[in-house]
């Protein structure tokens, strides 16, 4: 006699939780990318939300991805706006530490280093004086500095 093939039915209960599994590593995949993602949307959003105001005509994912700060008066005023909405700075352009955090945290998730970082890298701009600077120039010069001292610290943005 020959060596017989054993063939087990596949159940219901297999196709099943063959799918169920299948699909729990698709939605893993969805979220592991959607959360990756979700600052530099979130930064884009506030870019377009001041653009709509502004009007300045600069390209904002160019802005975002090159990290460019525009030199014309719409072009700061601008970025004093996007700073503002990411909470490194308060209505009067001034460094606010206590909606910087949030916002670092919100960048960099389970990373607490790199939030620590960028809060020592805002903290080092506490020193400069924007005083004698227009509203948009001061959001700008703070964008400036936080961009030095997180570029010396290592922080990747």
């Known amino acids: 006699r020959g060596a017989a093939t054993l063939q087990r039915p596949v159940s219901q209960y297999s196709i099943v939780m063959a799918r169920t599994l299948s699909l729990c590593t698709v939605l893993a995949i969805i ?16 870019l377009a939300e001041c653009e ?21 008066d719409k072009g700061k005023c601008l970025m004093e706006c996007f700073v503002y909405k990411k909470g490194l700075i308060d209505k009067n352009a001034n460094i606010d530490h206590s909606t910087a955090t949030p916002h670092f945290e919100e960048s960099f ?9 960028a809060e020592e890298a805002l903290s080092r701009c506490d020193k400069i004086d924007v005083s004698k600077l227009d509203h948009c120039s001061k959001g700008v010069e703070i964008l400036k500095c936080f ?11």
């Open 147 to 157: 961009r030095k001292n997180a570029k010396e610290i290592g922080l990747k943005h």
């Open 31 to 46: 979220l592991a990318t959607s959360f990756g993602a979700l600052p530099r949307e979130r930064k884009r959003a506030f």
């Open 109 to 117: 998730p389970n990373d607490p280093e790199s939030v620590k970082k």
């Open 52 to 72: 709509e105001i502004h009007k300045t005509g600069d390209d904002i994912d160019e802005i975002l991805d090159k990290w460019l700060i525009p030199t014309t």
